[in-house]
């Protein structure tokens, strides 16, 4: 019989691991903090109250919630002091060593019934689980920053994770108000594999002189409804942080479209890191970004009247991919891009553009690429020379 999951333990208290814990406290779970030393103790517990506090100066909790909160936490500076706990999740920084060293030794600690998860937003699950004696309870889970507030997780599954473990954790997240997606394991998972791509394509039109980086921006905020236009959202987001993603995915898949532009590998090694280091495909001071000139010089000739499909297509076009292949489900993928990156769910798009419009966009990108990987997919072409196209659309949409 599957046990109840009543305990919970963090194992790694900085910014995403404390927003965790919070996240399993605030739901009423008895959580067991868990750092390296007292000093990295202290600073967990001083985010947990910061972020708290934080939520009674708003009124989002009482004083009384705050307090009662922090003392569901437990904390202690020992690894093994997980085998009361009924889910484990390991949340260090991305360092497989430092994790694979961590699920050694709460695979021995733990109890058998016992989740093992780790939170990662880029590293292999299946690696992570091959160093446990059953790989079938190790699963990923994916929380977005700030953790106490984003609804989305996402819930990675390896070829060995046990339909029990998946089915009680997702039940788990719902309970605590999350929205969770499930996938299969590799590089990127769903909102990654999509987004950083996207934001890839848009710096690779920006180094080869295709467009201004006001032009790429504006079109995709005016004339494709998202909030953000790609250069700036890299910037937003860490031009590091893009980088360190596009690598992974490119080591994993050896896919060209994945190779980090030489651009991005120049500003990262610069350290125009974007907004954190006030400078990266804009220049930031304390009321935002300036007019100050890009890296790249304006283009003699614009093709900016291409976008926004130039860009958009590519990116359904493997939102596609991933339903046709099995990997995720489209209301999955919509949820994923909507909650994780506040852009309009891929197929709410294909259905507004529609499936022969894309194609046509997606064929004019695999003829000047000819890149194996921008051929339209199969799935695309079958949507637009389907008898109702419109229709077509809804039913992958509703399928869950």
């Excluded at 990295?40 to 109250?49: E, T, Y």
């Excluded at 091959?130 to 990923?140: C, F, I, L, Y």
């Excluded at 939102?319 to 099995?326: C, N, W, Y």
Aim: charged letters at 25%; hydrophobic letters at 40%; one cysteine or more.
């Amino acid at each position: 019989m599957t046990k109840e999951i009543s305990k919970v333990a963090v194992i790694g208290l900085g910014t995403m691991g404390a927003g965790i814990a919070e996240v399993f406290a605030k739901g009423g779970y008895a959580v067991r903090g868990i750092e390296y030393n007292d000093a990295a103790l202290d600073r967990g517990r001083a985010i947990l109250q910061k972020s708290t506090g934080r939520a009674v100066k708003r009124g989002k909790m009482s004083e009384e919630d705050a307090a009662a909160l922090i003392g569901r936490i437990q904390f202690s500076t020992d690894n093994t002091d997980v085998s009361d706990c009924d889910l484990v999740i390991e949340a260090v920084n991305e360092n497989p060593e430092l994790k694979a060293s961590i699920f050694r030794v709460i695979d021995e600690a733990a109890p058998e019934h016992a989740i093992l998860a780790t939170n990662t937003s880029s590293l292999s699950i299946t690696a992570i689980a091959a160093v446990t004696k059953n790989p079938s309870r190790v699963v990923g889970v994916h929380f977005f920053n700030p953790a106490p507030v984003q609804k989305l997780v996402e819930v990675i599954r390896t070829l060995h994770t046990a339909d029990e473990h998946v089915d009680r954790l997702i039940g788990l997240l719902r309970s605590l108000g999350k929205e969770p997606i499930l996938c299969r394991d590799r590089a990127g998972f769903i909102v990654n594999a999509l987004l950083i791509p996207y934001l890839s394509n848009a710096v690779r039109l920006y180094e080869e002189h295709y467009c201004t980086r006001e032009e790429l921006d504006s079109a995709m905020v005016e004339q494709a409804g998202y909030p953000m236009g790609p250069l700036q959202l890299c910037d937003l987001v860490g031009n590091d942080v893009a980088l360190a993603v596009l690598e992974r995915m490119y080591e994993e898949t050896k896919d060209r479209r994945n190779a980090p532009p030489a651009l991005l590998t120049s500003m990262v090694e610069a350290g125009l890191l974007g907004n954190k280091s006030g400078r990266g495909f804009y220049t930031y001071d304390e009321k935002g970004a300036t007019d100050d000139p890009g890296p790249v010089s304006l283009p003699r000739q614009t093709r900016g009247d291409e976008l926004p499909l130039r860009l958009v297509a590519p990116y359904l076009n493997e939102a596609l991919r991933m339903v046709q292949t099995g990997y995720a489900i489209p209301n999955d993928i919509d949820t994923g891009m909507q909650l994780g990156c506040r852009m309009p769910g891929p197929f709410q798009m294909l259905a507004e553009i529609g499936p022969k419009e894309v194609l046509t966009a997606q064929q004019a990108v695999f003829a000047e690429t000819a890149e194996p990987g921008d051929k339209p997919v199969r799935l695309l072409e079958q949507l637009a020379y389907a008898l109702a196209p419109a229709s077509a659309v809804q039913d992958i949409r509703d399928w869950t």
